[in-house]
Nanobody, 115 residues
Framework: QVQLVESGGGLVQPGGSLRLSCAAS????????MNWYRQAPGKQRESVAA???????NYADSVKGRFTISRDNAKRMVYLQMNSLEPGDTAVYYC?????????WGQGTQVTVSS
């Protein structure tokens, strides 16, 4: 059974930083591309960042230069370091992966950027 558990969200002032973590189980972790998505109120869920098993990385244009995705295959963890946070980054952030059996999502962690 695939399980993804996010942590690390919270309330932060504009310009601040947060680090999200996602613990994965039930998959051969090092073979899976891991993704971070977010969904703001009234908006569609959008891709934020992705990292392949070999370390290839992609970012949404809106977060390039501010967010950093990383993974620790030994710990089966994926991280999202978020710097220079803006009110527009406010959303529920989800960890995601997929295989031929389907898409897998965590429960989400709320990030609120507000003064």
């Amino acid at each position: 059974q695939v399980q993804l558990v996010e942590s690390g969200g919270g309330l932060v002032q504009p310009g601040g930083s947060l680090r999200l973590s996602c613990a994965a189980s039930g998959i051969f972790f090092e073979l899976y591309t891991m993704n971070w998505y977010r969904q703001a109120p009234g908006k569609q869920r959008e891709s934020v960042a992705a990292i392949t098993g070999g370390g290839g990385i992609n970012y949404a244009d809106s977060v390039k230069g501010r967010f950093t995705i990383s993974r620790d295959n030994a710990k089966r963890m994926v991280y999202l370091q978020m710097n220079s946070l803006e009110p527009g980054d406010t959303a529920v952030y989800y960890c995601n992966t997929n295989d031929r059996s389907g898409y897998y999502w965590g429960q989400g962690t709320q990030v609120t950027v507000s003064s």
